[in-house]
């Protein structure tokens, strides 16, 4: 059964960090692209940043460009979002998810999220 | 970007009934692959999102048959046949096709 578990959120100060990680199983992690989606309270789903599955392409939203670092280590099955510099309007869900494509196409599985809240 | 409309933004529907969603990309979404990346999630209250439906029209592994998708370039439906209480939710279209990835604004699903 493929299963992706985030962890890491919680509340932190604007112009704080947080390293968030994402842990898959049941699944051959290295052979996905890995996204972070978020989701801002009572809003949409929001795109922030997705790892490739070769090549070790990184993409990121424009919003996030500068603050937020994506990596993975294939050997733990773990996909990161360091996030840094937080601002409130960082505060949602965010979400991983797992993409059979080598960059993005269609993100299949998603993990159950972790929130993160930038307050003071 | 490309930018994703969903219509309506509420669906309150009678059981049993059908339900349509209508999606709009401002650009075609067919890739130089020639397919064209557009899915369907289903967002239950308090839950994940879940694919239905990828490259238009393809149903995911254990998503009822009542679910189908269609449309071609621009313009995109998903369609509930008869719909049941477990379909509450908000559905959103996403492209893959251009990048970054961008979702409609979902549409809600409750029943009447």
């Known amino acids: 059964e493929v299963q992706l578990v985030e962890s890491g959120g919680g509340l932190v100060q604007p112009g704080g960090s947080l390293l968030l990680s994402c842990v898959g199983s049941?699944?051959?992690?290295?052979?996905?692209?890995m996204h972070w989606f978020r989701q801002a309270p009572g809003k949409g789903l929001e795109y922030v940043s997705t790892?490739?599955?070769?090549?070790?392409?990184?993409f990121y939203a424009n919003s996030v460009r500068g603050r937020f670092t994506i990596s993975r280590d294939d050997s733990k099955s773990t996909l990161y979002l360091q996030m840094g510099s937080l601002r409130t309007e960082d505060t949602a869900v965010y979400y991983c998810?797992?993409?059979?494509?080598?960059?993005?196409?269609?993100?299949?599985?998603w993990g159950q999220g972790t929130l993160v809240t930038v307050s003071s | 970007d490309v930018v994703m409309t969903q219509s309506p933004l509420s669906l309150p529907v009678t059981l049993g009934q059908p339900a349509s969603i209508s999606c709009w990309s401002s650009?075609?979404?067919?890739?130089?692959?020639?397919?064209?990346?557009l899915n369907w999630f289903l967002q239950r209250p308090g839950q994940s999102p879940r694919r239905l439906i990828y490259?238009?029209?393809n149903r995911d592994s254990g998503v009822p048959d009542r679910f189908s998708g269609s449309g071609s370039g621009t313009d995109f439906t998903l369609k509930i046949s008869r719909v049941e209480a477990e379909d509450v939710g908000i559905y959103y279209c996403?492209?893959?096709?251009?990048?970054?990835?961008?979702f409609g604004g979902g549409t809600k699903v409750e029943i009447k």
């Open positions: 998810a797992r993409d059979p494509c080598g960059n993005y196409c269609s993100p299949d599985y």
């Open positions: 049941g699944f051959t992690f290295s052979n996905f692209a």
């Open positions: 790892f490739s599955s070769y090549g070790g392409s990184t």
């Open positions: 650009q075609s979404l067919v890739y130089s692959d020639g397919n064209t990346y």
């Open positions: 490259k238009i029209s």
């Open positions: 996403m492209q893959g096709s251009h990048w970054p990835l961008t």
